[in-house]
């Protein structure tokens, strides 16, 4: 028997690292998986405080960093990484040159967004995989871990 | 490639190897009473397991047994026994999905590209299996496969990418064997239609889980190349299920299938 997925208001992304089971919709966190998220503000109301000390706390430093150009199997790549203190708020693929073969394409900008959902999700979602998250490059981390140590992190 | 210690309590430990054309993570959870030295010979059997699949069945290395059968330059007769085993399976699978997983239907000649990345992470989780580690998951770019459990009372999960939001999950599955996703936004599946020989898909993505990731593999790409007619024909495999995207953004599910979780579906929002 096969159901139709019209499901009511079931979770969205930001659930999905609530706890175990939990179906029910929820409002927690900002999803820490979602790439283009900003680090939450929580001084949305308070106009009237003049101060502006909070910005430069060192912890909420953004700081960016582009690894060094890897050859992996089918061409080379770098890897730039954005961070906010120790969290990774960002990472793209500035440069990528597969040589234009049928296999390298998997490597381009349509699959690129998946390992970048995978770097983050490392850092927060209860779960121990991703499926259909293909092309994970040996490449793409040795250049992500060169711009993570650059950034002492 | 690297061997780290990612949780010293629970002796958890991850080994990402680069073969295949990609990274296959090997994620393995042991009493702390085994020590890293007794794991190492079953590890060491599962990584040789995928390099030697890549050795055989590479059809980017010329050199390769399916790359000489395939340019005619070695009787199949004489090839490693292994690959008449694959292509029996595959037979299989073919039957099973009704025609539409087809590796004598592409160009180029015979490809079991489709089955093997599958088949081979299976068989490094049995070498796993047979050694001292209580739980483990082989992630062969985004093909998975388990065994036991990562904590007591606590079945392995994991995410489907949501095929028009690939930085997104669509679902959460609970995962007691495998799990295998095929998408036309995955420019490098091999999509193509067995009957008429052009790259098509009818579905944005297909899941199909069960006993074995090599015929979940196959059983994926044929069902995101069928439609969600093939559906039926998944649900009345035994131990098999499916999970599919439309085109249109619908979600839908065979009644076994091991939902933790899907996110909601708003037409509105164009898939």
């Not at chain 1, 966190?29 to 790439?35: D, G, I, N, Y």
Request: charged share 15%; aromatic share 6%; net charge negative.
């Amino acid at each position: 028997m096969v159901v139709l997925g019209a499901v009511i208001g079931l979770v969205a992304i930001g659930s999905f690292h609530a706890s175990p089971a939990a179906l029910a919709v929820t409002t927690t966190a900002p999803a820490p998986t979602s790439r283009s998220a900003p680090t939450p503000t929580t001084h949305s109301t308070t106009r009237s405080a003049p101060t502006t000390s909070s910005t430069s706390a060192a912890p909420s430093t953004v700081r960016s960093q582009t690894g060094s150009t890897v050859n992996y199997n089918y061409g080379t790549l770098a890897v730039s990484v954005t961070v906010q203190g120790k969290t990774i708020t960002n990472i793209s693929v500035p440069s990528l040159n597969d040589g234009g073969n049928s296999y390298s394409q998997s490597l381009d900008s349509m699959s690129i967004p998946i390992l970048t959902k995978e770097a983050m999700a490392a850092q927060s979602a209860h779960i121990q995989s991703v499926s259909g998250a293909s092309y994970t490059s040996a490449g793409f981390i040795q250049s992500l871990q060169s711009a993570l140590t650059a950034l002492g992190i | 490639m690297t061997s780290s210690i990612l949780d010293p309590a629970t002796w958890t430990m991850r080994r990402e190897e680069e073969v295949m054309g990609t990274v296959v993570v090997l994620d393995l959870y042991a009493d702390a009473t085994v020590s890293t030295d007794e794991l190492s010979p079953s590890l060491h059997a599962a990584i040789h397991e995928l390099h030697e699949a890549d050795r055989i069945f590479s059809t980017y290395d010329p050199a390769s047994a399916l790359s000489r059968i395939r340019a005619g330059t070695l009787d199949p007769a004489h090839a490693p026994r292994v690959i008449s085993d694959v292509l029996e399976l595959c037979r299989d699978a073919r039957e099973l999905s009704d025609g539409w997983f087809n590796p004598w239907g592409l160009a180029g000649g015979v490809d079991p590209t489709g089955y093997v990345k599958g088949w081979a992470a299976q068989r490094a989780l049995e070498q796993l299996r047979a050694g001292p580690v209580r739980a483990a998951m082989v992630n062969a770019a985004g093909d998975l496969v388990c065994f036991g459990v990562p904590h007591p009372g606590e079945l392995f999960r994991a995410g489907i990418v949501d095929p028009f939001r690939t930085d997104s999950l669509v679902a959460l599955v609970d995962l007691r064997a495998a799990l295998a996703t095929s998408g036309a936004y995955e420019r490098g599946a091999h999509l193509i239609d067995p009957f008429t020989g052009r790259a098509q898909a009818r579905l944005a993505s297909a899941s199909v889980s069960g006993p074995d990731l090599g015929m979940c593999d196959a059983l994926a790409t044929a069902l995101c190349v069928a439609g969600e007619e093939m559906l039926a024909t998944i649900d009345s495999l035994a131990g098999y299920e499916a999970f599919v995207v439309g085109l249109d953004g619908t979600r839908r599910w065979t009644t076994g299938f091991a939902l933790a979780g899907v996110t909601d579906y708003d037409p509105t929002a164009g898939g």
